[in-house]
């Protein structure tokens, strides 16, 4: 009978020691993380030096080599450029010049589309600008076959300007996270998402002659098409792709994209019957040598005998659009990822999971390196044949939405990781991070893993000016990097993961996805 007293006070002690332990290892990747940070100087190479990081070019296999080499400087092991399958071919602009001649001068600022070609010759080329304006293709084939061969071109937008009378930047209201904590699951999504979009036939038919127009353009060989997104005005671009980056694909005009400002005042001039007259020398390059995509994996090697096979996964995207470095878009998650790993080997915690670290290329055109790592460790959602590695890994976490300090963590609609989660943030109330959500987020890494039964993880964040003015536009740079948030946000994931490899069981899961052949789609 005296046994269970003594017994209950020697568990007693045992959870003292383990809190103990776990408020000394938070002390230290407080004290690391936010006193000896070097987030921004990874931020640096990744962006500033590395330059535009487009998946299987330059810049990219630039960034990639420097961070294998420095997270083995970092005392990580195993680090490699691992290839994930067949991407397609590399890309970058390298000269891009355009400005409008006529009736007056006025530099243009333009950016070509990825994976497109540049003017013809080897000098600066000046043509009228032709407007195209119609409503159907067969329009375009009559009014069009034939005139517009080394020309630059342009298509009439019914797009107009609006003035913006809230902020670029912003964080998270208060009011807002409460909203976000008290939030019901999401709704099962069905195929294709769930998405229900009302679109207008007008602008139907405005996709569908664009489509159309890609096939004219090649084969009537215009010298420069002139492109816009209506949300990019103030000088800011949104740019993405225009061409396509499979091996054999035919890409032989120049296509670049204009701020609304530039292109609709082109526009009224033309419409007006003023005669308007560019001039353009832009070139781009291909590198279709090697068309394997690569990731960056490194590894901290669990030290228990029993746990160290079993491992935790962090990591973000390292490719980036082209307009600028992408610094928000997502050299931020990157360089937050290995300051993660940098803290956890300055401290000398020792833990007793794998933790490894990815940085993910493709993630722009469809999440395809993890999406393809998935598949070849983990299991394929077409089938979920799950692979050894699948019973080993605890959890992901990622960080992609851009250089705000995090607010939290989604739960991804796993409910039995709320009260774990609520307990490891709670050091961190002090830096403004302390919700749970039971809700989804989506369009980045951690669906990968989530979409074959692993539990994964995206970071709240405050979004500062990530949707209004960085992400994949040519304000994406270095200078928009929030220092003190990409501190506090390492500070935070290291514990994360710490905590995710000390812990005596894994991360709950939820209930294994059924197969879901993709049909042409991604399957999650």
């Not at 390196?369 to 959602?381: E, L, Q, T, W």
């Amino acid at each position: 009978m005296r046994k269970q007293p003594f017994l209950l006070g020697a568990l007693c002690m045992l959870c003292n020691i383990v809190s103990a332990q776990t408020d000394d290892a938070t002390n230290k990747i407080k004290n690391e993380g936010l006193n000896n940070s070097q987030v921004m100087d990874f931020a640096f190479h990744l962006t500033d030096v590395s330059g535009p990081r487009l998946t299987n070019s330059p810049g990219y296999l630039r960034a990639a080599n420097w961070a294998k080499d420095e997270l083995t400087k970092l005392g990580l092991v195993n680090a490699t450029l691992e290839p994930w399958g067949d991407f397609g071919v590399g890309w970058e602009q390298t000269r891009c010049y355009v400005a409008m001649t006529a009736p007056y001068y006025a530099p243009i600022v333009a950016i070509p589309r990825a994976w497109t070609g540049g003017t013809p010759g080897k000098k600066i080329m000046s043509s009228e600008v032709i407007m195209i304006n119609v409503k159907d293709s067969a329009e375009l084939y009559q009014k069009f076959s034939g005139k517009i061969k080394g020309k630059i071109v342009m298509v009439y937008s019914p797009d107009t300007l609006h003035p913006s009378f809230t902020p670029d930047g912003q964080r998270y209201a208060d009011s807002s996270l409460e909203k976000m904590a008290n939030a019901k699951p999401d709704a099962p999504r069905g195929p294709g998402g769930g998405r229900n979009f009302n679109m207008s036939d007008a602008m139907r038919q405005r996709q569908l002659l664009a489509r159309q127009m890609g096939d004219f353009y090649k084969n009537e060989k215009p010298a420069l098409v002139l492109s816009l997104n209506a949300r990019g005005n103030d000088g800011t671009l949104f740019v993405q792709n225009g061409g396509a980056y499979t091996k054999d694909a035919e890409n032989n005009y120049g296509w670049v994209m204009l701020s609304s400002d530039d292109y609709l005042r082109i526009q009224r001039l033309v419409m007006s019957g003023q005669k308007v007259e560019m001039e353009a020398d832009v070139k781009t390059k291909f590198y279709p040598e090697d068309i394997k995509g690569y990731n960056v994996v490194a590894e901290i090697p669990g030290t228990d005998p029993v746990l160290k096979d079993e491992i935790v996964m962090l990591g973000g995207h390292l490719d980036s659009w082209h307009g600028a470095t992408g610094a928000t878009d997502n050299a931020a998650g990157s360089a937050v990822m290995m300051e993660v790993v940098r803290i956890l080997k300055a401290t000398g915690l020792q833990p007793k999971r794998t933790i490894r670290i990815a940085l993910w290329s493709g993630e722009e055109q469809g999440l395809f390196g993890s999406r393809n790592y998935v598949k070849n460790h983990f299991a394929d959602p077409a089938d979920m044949v799950l692979k050894p590695e699948h019973s080993k890994i605890s959890a992901y976490y990622n960080l992609d939405n851009g250089t705000g300090k995090i607010r939290g963590i989604y739960l991804q609609g796993n409910e039995a990781a709320r009260a774990i989660f609520q307990k490891w943030l709670e050091p961190f109330y002090d830096l403004g991070a302390k919700t749970v959500t039971i809700s989804n987020t989506g369009g980045t890494d951690h669906q990968s893993f989530d979409g074959v039964g692993i539990p994964g993880f995206q970071f709240i964040q405050d979004a500062i000016e990530y949707d209004t003015r960085t992400h994949h536009t040519n304000m994406d740079t270095y200078d928009h990097l929030v220092p003190e948030d990409l501190k506090q946000a390492a500070t935070i994931v290291a514990s994360f993961v710490y905590n995710t490899a000390q812990s005596a069981d894994k991360i709950p899961r939820k209930e294994l996805p059924k197969p879901r052949p993709a049909n042409g789609r991604p399957a999650f």
